[in-house]
């Protein structure tokens, strides 16, 4: 996979430090999912340690930019779901959460596994519609990767 100039794919088993950056903005945005991602971690009650499960972040020249992961779905546990996606805005539009998708979906497809997401905006259901991801008619869910 190709990345953009500067930008640093890894994956995490602890939040990162700058976390509470991503916090913030996201908050002054009207974003919940940075607080849920830290409320979940911080409780045991999501750390993305299940089969199937990561949680990625992007660093450009030493800043965190971004973060997704994939979880075992809630709704349908033989799915995966893309979630706590969130870029920092001076990020976005560069590629970073393309890069950071990417990598956490070449790690999901060998699973198998349907894949699913809920865009909450129609921002976010552009980014994942230009991914693959086809808009469907689910509980809690907006889009879902067709099979191969």
């Known amino acids: 996979m ?5 930008v640093d794919i890894r994956r995490v088993t602890s939040l990162p430090d700058q976390i509470d950056l991503l916090r913030a903005e996201a908050v002054a945005e009207g974003f ?3 607080e849920s991602l830290f409320s979940q971690w911080q409780d045991g009650s999501n750390r993305f340690t299940r089969p199937g499960e990561l949680l990625a972040v992007a660093w450009v020249d030493g800043d965190l ?5 994939i ?5 349908d546990p033989t799915a995966l779901r893309m979630r ?3 870029v920092r805005a001076n990020y976005r539009r560069q590629g970073v959460g393309r890069a950071i998708a990417n ?3 070449e790690t999901a ?3 198998d596994r349907q894949i699913v997401v809920h865009a909450a905006t129609e921002e976010a259901a552009a980014f994942w519609e230009a991914l693959g991801f086809e808009r469907i008619m689910r509980d809690k869910t907006t ?3 067709p099979s191969r």
């Open 32 to 34: 919940e999912n940075m």
């Open 103 to 105: 990598f956490v979906l």
């Open 109 to 111: 497809r060998p699973l």
């Open 143 to 145: 889009h879902g990767l």
């Open 65 to 69: 930019a971004g973060i997704g992961g």
């Open 2 to 6: 190709s990345l953009p100039k500067g």
């Open 71 to 75: 979880t075992e779905d809630f709704i």
């Open 84 to 86: 706590r996606f969130y």
